[in-house]
């Protein structure tokens, strides 16, 4: 019996984290190491992102422009966006309120003690240099108007996501209200160009488990044990965090909202989680997402296609609890203390910054600054938090991940079903185990 790739996937990744702490303790700070991972693990798993961050923008451009054909009309397409944004302002305010409510309870910034405060701090400042305002995604009027791009292709190259999805979306609506031919033609070359990419993504996937054992290894070998052992009460309230609205209020919403078993849920999008924590993007993952929507799930096209499309940017649970988290436990590193109001605006801000993060990985690093610098508490302190920034990143993208297929799930059940459309009831009946 063949190997499932997830398994695949599971086993290369165990192979990468073994051989990294084998050689962090057999080598430490030696020239060998640096060696191996500049010039052998660093590289490789870089090109296998690459190879998945190129497929990115060719996928979501003929997977929503062809979604929004599915749905029909510009009446349908507004139906199911509004019910897309109103899950993600809901279930993000409550990831939020989630990991604010552990990190208020827990105190992780607590307790330490200075020498291992002073340590901490060590070259927190040049660790954060990069990490500058700047850089940080666009809020409020900006955010708006930096949705409508004023060349797609520039979006496109500059990896700014939310315009490319805009003018997919207005490429689909185009679609839909013009007769003819031509936009017919055009519709079966997006359906051409979105199932060449399928098959590309299916070779990049054969050779995920090299690719992931990669990645792995140098997170291990360069990180080892003595940072996670130091940052392990921030870390443990993280993923308390992520855990609980992942297997608690996901599996609630799968439960009562789209009528599915939560236990047949995550077996079906094991692939897309294993893939989103490897990678530690959601664009990364995106791929993986829609084959799993399509050939596990068994999801309407016209629905899934444009609600993982457009989650991918704007659905990050993750994310959102993640800097609400980190916000919070960097205030209480520095003895800051917000008040209430000062914590209403830290929600209200990751809510937003989960729809406006770049789905890439460490792209919610530049929002967390942003906060800080509104709070009061000294933005360099996130260079403490870089070195298990990694593997937290890889935690909450699948979350955010798990989150998408979770809103796809729920959005199609709450739709109409077309003419010679199983039902979601009748389609996660053919789940496979």
Known sequence: MPVPRHARILLGGGVGIATGLVAFSLLGDRPLLDFLVAYGSRPVGQVFLRLLFMLVVPLVFSALALGVVGLGSPRSLGRVGLKTLAYTVVVSSIAVLLGLFLVNTLRPGEGLSPELRARLLEGATERAAGLSAASAPATGVELLVRIVPDNPLRAATEGDMLAVIFFSLLMGIGLTLTPGAGARRFEEVLQGLYDVTMRLLDMVLSVAPLGVAAL??????????????????????????????????????????????????????????????????????????????????????????????????????????????????????????????????????????????????????????????????????????????????????????????????VIARSEPVAEGVPTLERATANVGP
Do not use: W
């Open 216 to 409: 792995l290894f140098t997170l291990t070998a360069e990180l080892g044990y003595e940072v996670l052992v130091q940052l392990a009460r921030y870390v443990g309230v993280v993923v308390l965090a992520l855990a609980v609205h992942q297997f608690v209020v996901y599996s609630l919403a799968i439960r009562f909202l789209g009528g599915m078993s939560p236990l047949r849920f995550f077996r079906a999008v094991q692939e897309a989680m294993v893939t989103a924590f490897s990678t530690a993007s959601s664009n990364a993952t995106l791929p993986t997402s829609l084959k799993v929507a399509e050939e596990r799930l068994r999801l309407p096209p016209r629905v899934s296609r444009f609600v993982l499309t457009v989650g991918a940017t704007a659905n990050q649970n993750g994310t959102a609890l993640f800097e609400g988290v980190t916000v919070l436990f960097l205030a209480q590193f520095y003895g800051v203390s917000l008040a209430l109001p000062e914590q209403a605006l830290v929600v209200l801000i990751c809510v937003l910054g989960g729809i406006g993060t770049a789905g890439v990985p460490a792209g919610s690093l530049p929002v967390v600054a942003v906060i800080l610098g509104m709070v009061g508490v000294p933005v360099e302190g996130i260079g403490i938090i870089l070195g298990v920034d990694r593997f937290l990143d890889m935690c909450r993208t699948t979350l955010n991940v798990t989150g998408d297929l979770v809103a796809a799930v």
